[in-house]
T-cell receptor, first 117, second 116 residues
Framework: AQKVTQAQTEISVVEKEDVTLDCVYE???????LFWYKQPPSGELVFLIR??????QNEISGRYSWNFQKSTSSFNFTITASQVVDSAVYFC??????????????FGQGTILTVHP | DGGITQSPKYLFRKEGQNVTLSCEQN?????MYWYRQDPGQGLRLIYY???????QKGDIAEGYSVSREKKESFPLTVTSAQKNPTAFYLC???????????????FGDGTRLSIL
């Protein structure tokens, strides 16, 4: 079975602080895909990034960066110089590539990030 | 613009009543999904459909039913058998097939269902 754990239920920071959201996953698939989504107060989930299991290259997109470490089954997300608009719930998700896990996303519990001015 | 439209945004259900949540997409995606979100929990999969006229149960299908008669539409019915239906329901879609497994799911704005 697949499992995604986001140990931080809530994080509160002051604007311009850096913040890291942790994500640890479990899967028996040798090929899999990891995603991060942002859920603003409006409710819609917004896709941020995907990572294939065979590509451990880290990625930076503006103030966002992602650290994928297969050895520790982690896919952490860092926001540099946080802004109030970053306040949202962030979900890490895992999609297996075979068998009964095909096409299905397994989500973590989500981390509520609040950035104070 | 292409996207996923869920309606209504808010829905109230009376005891013993079935209600249907609408989900329409114009992204030409083959696969569609329904998730339930409860406070403090992640999204849980209710049903999914990889192609028209076919669908599979997800992790929490009891008390729900779906149909997939058209590629664009994947309505979800919350039946009276679902004893705790109060939640936020999200519909999603994605491309399908071996080559596109890494493609993200696109989500609608959600429907918030409450009990009267």
């Amino acid at each position: 079975a697949q499992k995604v754990t986001q140990a931080q239920t809530e994080i509160s920071v002051v604007e311009k602080e850096d913040v890291t959201l942790d994500c640890v996953y479990e899967t028996r698939d040798t090929t899999y895909y990891l995603f991060w989504y942002k859920q603003p107060p409006s409710g819609e989930l917004v896709f941020l990034i995907r990572r294939n299991s065979f590509d451990e290259q880290n990625e930076i997109s503006g103030r966002y960066s992602w650290n994928f470490q297969k050895s520790t089954s982690s896919f952490n997300f860092t926001i540099t110089a946080s802004q109030v608009v970053d306040s949202a719930v962030y979900f890490c998700a895992l999609r297996g590539a075979g068998g009964t896990s095909y096409g299905k996303l397994t989500f973590g519990q989500g981390t509520i990030l609040t950035v104070h001015p | 613009d292409g996207g996923i439209t869920q309606s209504p945004k808010y829905l109230f259900r009376k005891e013993g009543q079935n209600v249907t949540l609408s989900c329409e997409q114009n992204l030409n995606h083959d696969a569609m999904y329904w998730y339930r979100q409860d406070p403090g929990q992640g999204l849980r999969l209710i049903y999914y459909s990889q192609i028209v006229n076919d669908f599979q149960k997800g992790d929490i299908a009891e008390g729900y039913s779906v149909s997939r008669e058209k590629k664009e539409s994947f309505p979800l019915t919350v039946t009276s058998a679902q004893k705790n239906p109060t939640a936020f329901y999200l519909c999603a879609s994605s491309t399908n097939g071996q080559r596109v497994r890494n493609q993200p799911q696109h989500f609608g704005d959600g429907t918030r269902l409450s009990i009267l």
